[in-house]
């Protein structure tokens, strides 16, 4: 049976994970794709626990979870293995196999070697029914990269039998593992495997039947799709004038909206901000027409073009006619009940502001939009904008103070790293076997030192907020009453850099 588009691409995946495995020296496969192609590594992992044409008969796990320090990844990823483990009994148990596996003495310590202990041990239960058994390590979050980066060695220095091996995922865009790409380690091989998304969604359907005029309109999108990736701004314009007349004999409004908005997403990648304004304004007479049509999306069209507009007004240093179409984006996400977007479009509005030297207005834009704010869900602020319309706030007020502010959170962000290290290398001293109460003792110890890095940080920023302007200090006890008493030190309001500037929408006209 003939393999799809995505099933050859698994398949492919497939040939290059053997390859490494019968590579005798590697231990860890560094996998390095695009972006978009995270999710089919994922697919690939989960593919592996069925019966398909690309299975390799190996057993891979994949662990997600965090990485904060060594003792507390070590402890999680043999909680997760044990719990995966629980997981899948009944199903073990169905194939005939043995359900009584559990952690071995070795692997009692909360260390890499630990780790890799548990994963021998399961190992050599099932050797007989599993290939290789492969820990997949994907932590959502890497609080320290050098400490993450020690971890994995330990664990490769662990020695890891032939019939295991561990995996990394990086992407090409934001590499995290660079360190280990880097170190010529005959046991690290760095792979790109050729997957690529976009070509995928091509051969997907170039492969269905063209029915009627959406499957003819539908190879128009895909064949522009792959310009914009790779093209000029004047080979999408001249490929999307077909599609655009098709679209309009059609009397399709809304595909209208999305041509033009990727014509115009083209010219400004060519910074040809003058042409890309007018395209955004032709984009907007259509999106308009499916509001009047009472189209389910017609506001979101209409606002996707207002701020497109926007950015391509502040590409081009007009930050007047910015604040026109930000205004307009916020009448219209009001509109469309979007709190996330009208906010957005206010502390944009007031950053123009801002640029144009009128703090004023800039105060205006930036408090219309924490009043938005206000009215979400304490929960879901910190997922939004508004802390970066705090901060732009407090620096439209006193910009000195607020550069004060962020060097107390960036000397924070370096102590805090700190003390995770030194816990660090208290682990490694401690060695391969250390013991319960000494992991319990050094995050204790850890946990002290970070609560005192945090309150000696809290306490120099009250100072400086006392030390400055009313109007400073009632901005701050505003934003912190929305955004919790931790911002904007630490917590998921808080921002690494406080960098002023646009956020979700960005000078290329995206918004998020």
């Known amino acids: 049976m003939a393999l799809n588009p995505v099933e050859r691409r698994l398949a492919h995946l497939c040939g290059e994970w053997i390859t490494f495995r019968e590579n005798r020296a590697a231990r860890l496969l560094l996998w390095q794709v695009e972006n978009d192609c995270l999710r089919l590594l994922q697919a690939f992992f989960e593919s592996q626990k069925h019966d398909t044409p690309y299975r390799s008969g190996d057993l891979f796990i994949v662990f997600d979870a965090p990485f904060e320090h060594s003792i507390q990844y070590s402890r999680v990823l043999k909680q997760s293995l044990v719990g995966q483990y629980e997981a899948s009994r009944d199903e073990l148990a169905t194939q005939g196999e043995a359900t009584d596996w559990m952690p071995g003495p070795a692997s009692a310590p ?282 732009d706030m407090l620096r439209a007020v006193d910009p000195e103070r607020t550069a004060s502010v962020e060097a107390v959170k960036l000397r924070l962000d370096r102590q805090l790293e700190q003390d995770r290290r030194e816990a660090g290398e208290q682990a490694a001293a401690a060695g391969a076997t250390i013991s319960e109460a000494s992991a319990l003792q050094i995050e204790s110890q850890l946990d002290e030192s970070l609560a005192r890095s945090r309150q000696a940080a809290e306490d120099e920023l009250q100072q400086l907020v006392a030390d400055g302007s009313g109007t400073f200090a009632a901005c701050f006890a505003n934003s912190r009453r929305l955004l919790g008493s931790d911002w904007p030190l630490v917590g998921t309001a808080a921002f690494p850099g406080l960098s002023g500037g646009p956020g979700l929408a960005a000078a290329d006209g995206s918004a998020a």
């Open 110 to 391: 909360h260390s890499p070697e630990g780790f890799v202990s548990a994963l021998c041990s399961l190992g050599s239960r099932y050797h007989h029914s599993v290939g290789t058994v492969v820990a997949v390590l994907l932590p959502q979050l890497v609080m320290d990269e050098a400490a993450f980066v020690s971890w994995v060695e330990r664990a490769l220095d662990r020695g890891l039998p032939e019939r295991m091996r561990l995996i990394l995922a990086d992407t090409l865009g934001t590499p995290q593992n660079q360190e280990l790409a880097t170190r010529g380690d005959p046991r690290i091989v760095v792979a790109q495997p050729q997957v690529n998304a976009l070509n995928m969604a091509q051969e997907t359907f170039a492969q269905e039947a063209t029915s009627g005029p959406a499957g003819v309109f539908r190879n128009h999108l895909i064949g522009l799709a792959a310009l914009l990736e790779k093209g000029s701004a004047d080979q999408v314009k001249a490929k999307a004038l077909d599609a655009l007349a098709f679209a309009r004999a059609q009397q399709w409004s809304d595909q209208e909206v999305v041509l033009r908005l990727m014509v115009a997403g083209a010219l400004l990648k060519e910074a040809r901000c003058s042409e890309a304004i007018q395209v955004y304004e032709a984009a907007r007479l259509a999106a308009e027409k499916t509001v009047a049509a009472e189209h389910p999306a017609g506001r979101k069209l209409v606002l996707q073009t207002w701020f497109g507009q926007a950015g391509a007004h502040l590409a081009d240093g007009d930050e007047a006619q910015a604040v026109v179409c930000y205004d307009q984006a916020t009448a219209v996400a009001q509109q469309d009940r979007n709190p996330i977007l009208a906010i957005e479009a206010q502390r944009m509005a007031g950053y123009c502001r801002w640029r144009q030297s009128d703090v004023d207005g800039a105060l205006v834009g930036y408090g219309r939009a924490l009043a938005m704010g206000a009215q979400l869900r304490a929960e879901v602020r910190g997922m939004t904008t508004l802390p970066l319309a705090a901060v």
